[in-house]
Structure formats: C-alpha cells, structure tokens
C-alpha cells in the first residue's frame, strides 16, 4: 500500500483511497487470469493489516469495490483476447454472464 499513499501518514479517506487503488491492481490481474477472488479471500489477503477496529471494514469495503472496478475494467477495455474475456466474465458474473458483460459494454460505450 506504501506505493498508492504520500506520506508516511494519512487520514481515513487517503487510507480508504489507496485500497480502492490497491484493489484496483489486483482485480486487472485476476481478470487476465480468468479467476475471481472471493469476497473472503479479499478478507484473508488484508487480514495483516494493522488497522484501528472502525476504520478496517471501510478500507476492505473500498479494496472489493476496487477490485471489482478492475476487474469490470479489464473485461470491458478490449485489452484481453475474447477467449480470455469470456473465462473471466464466467468466473466474475456465473450464469449469465454473456448478458452482463454485454451490459458493461454498453455502459463503457456510453461514458
């Protein structure tokens, strides 16, 4: 997390941040790897951090959420071969998962 933060020091918000930014990361590379994490496998890798009780929800809250924005990223972008896409949007969305990919196009085509 050191890279994603200024200073040696931060308020809640630049913590929340830089997980969003953390898990932003790790959700692009999972999609290139057609394999999704489990929301208790996101808990598992930032269980080691030191975090006072009522701030670490909210950072492991903003890490899924960033996760999951790299992860829908990489599967809209184009950046990976279709074949690798379609793995990945199984392994993401379940059944289904050919409508839902079809709707985040649509949605990036927009914005």
């Known amino acids: ?23 932003e990361g790790l959700g692009r590379g999972d ?3 057609a394999r999704f994490r489990s929301a208790a496998e996101m808990v598992e890798m930032w269980c080691g951090l030191d975090l006072p009780a ?4 909210y950072a492991l809250r903003d890490a899924r959420l ?19 896409a379609r793995a990945a949007a199984k392994a993401r969305w ?14 990036e085509a927009r914005d």
Not at 66 to 84: H, M
Not at 94 to 107: H, Q, T
């Open 1 to 23: 997390m050191a890279r994603h933060v200024a200073v040696c020091s931060f308020a809640p918000d630049e913590l929340r941040e830089a997980c969003r930014e953390a898990g």
């Open 31 to 33: 999609a290139r790897e």
């Open 54 to 57: 009522w701030v670490a929800p």
């Open 66 to 84: 960033g996760y999951l924005a790299g992860y829908g990223e990489a599967l809209v972008s184009g950046e990976l071969v279709e074949e690798r």
């Open 94 to 107: 379940g059944d289904g998962w050919w409508e839902k990919l079809a709707s985040a196009r649509e949605r």
